[in-house]
């Protein structure tokens, strides 16, 4: 099985343009797993699609994902986070940039065993070699193991990209950490009409970011990747989402978001210096590492459904009135 080896965030920089460089996920795509009694031709463990409950949490403890990508699971929370945005295993769902696949290593297996649908959107391959090459290799490792992440499907979302899928064409956008890259590229409120626009009616947007404390001022190109809540849903309602609700299940209180480098202070990319190699006096990275990762909103938004409003009106409201 073709691995992606090292897809670190020096290479997820070199693909990306200005403070987009940060797209923090450090993990890779699977490794070789151990034997399994149940194992399908890629040599990952599967589930037949006859076999009935195919979990979330069976995804999670798939032996595909790496230790690095379990310890990650207490920050993350991603059975919690998929359940409060009511994400079903039979949705078509579109990821936006998915980095080196930790949700995607969940997302996959879950909505391949219960018929959905996963739809991998990238930054475009046209930023540069390295981000042409970063994809194509996301692209193949999962292609070669179908029997385990099914055959997941991909378009492209980018500043200068076209429409990344049909109109009403999914049950769900997820976005994880990434509003703040769109911020500082100019094209935050694209992405918001984008998601409206190939969503069903009804069709869930999930959004998962690093939160600003509403005390700080929020600078509009997001500098150090931290966002207002209500900056966030303000982008959303100006794209025509309703917001539904909020979760504090990434929430992380000992998170001042207020660091040296931002949020790339803390892990997983545990930064130590800046861009001219420059580490401030009295820096203690220790500090960062028991904050643990950032403190994250987790918003839900709904594409309203107005199919039913023209039925809902009495057709009284059409007769003439008499005269």
Request: proline share 8%; aromatic share 8%; glycine share 8%.
């Amino acid at each position: 099985m073709k691995r992606i080896i090292g897809i670190s965030l020096a290479a997820l920089a070199l693909a990306a343009c200005g403070n987009e460089a940060d797209l923090d996920d450090t993990t890779s795509a699977p490794p070789p797993p151990a034997e399994e009694t149940n194992a399908s031709d890629d040599g990952l463990e599967t589930v037949s699609p006859e076999e009935a409950g195919y979990t979330v949490e069976d995804a999670v403890q798939g032996s595909w994902r790496t230790d690095e990508e379990r310890a990650r699971d207490p920050y993350r929370h991603p059975v919690e986070t998929l359940a409060f945005l009511g994400i079903e295993g039979d949705d078509t769902v579109i990821e936006l940039w998915p980095g080196g696949g930790w949700y995607t290593n969940i997302l996959a297996p879950w909505l391949h065993q219960n018929g959905g649908q996963l739809i991998a959107a990238t930054f475009s391959p046209d930023r540069s070699e390295r981000a042409a090459e970063i994809i194509e290799d996301y692209k193949t490792n999962y292609a070669a193991n179908p029997g385990t992440f099914g055959q997941i499907e991909y378009t492209v979302y980018d500043a200068e990209a076209e429409p990344m899928g049909e109109p009403e064409s999914a049950d769900a956008v997820l976005t994880f950490r990434n509003i703040h890259n769109w911020m500082s590229g100019g094209h935050a409120d694209k992405f918001f009409e984008e998601a409206y626009r190939v969503l069903k009616p009804g069709g869930v947007l999930g959004v998962v970011e690093h939160r600003l404390p509403s005390s700080q001022e929020q600078d509009p190109s997001a500098p150090s990747g931290y966002v207002h809540q209500d900056y966030v849903k303000g982008l959303a309602e100006a794209a025509g989402f309703e917001f539904e609700a909020s979760s504090e299940v990434n929430a992380n209180p000992a998170d001042t978001a207020d660091h040296p480098f931002g949020v790339w202070t803390l892990p997983p990319v545990a930064r130590t210096e800046d861009r001219d190699g420059n580490t401030p006096e009295g820096f203690d990275p220790e500090r960062y590492l028991e904050i643990g990762e950032s403190d994250r909103m987790t918003l839900k938004f709904v594409k309203p459904d107005t199919s039913n409003e023209s039925e809902e009106a009495d057709p009284a409201d059409d007769e003439p009135a008499d005269e």
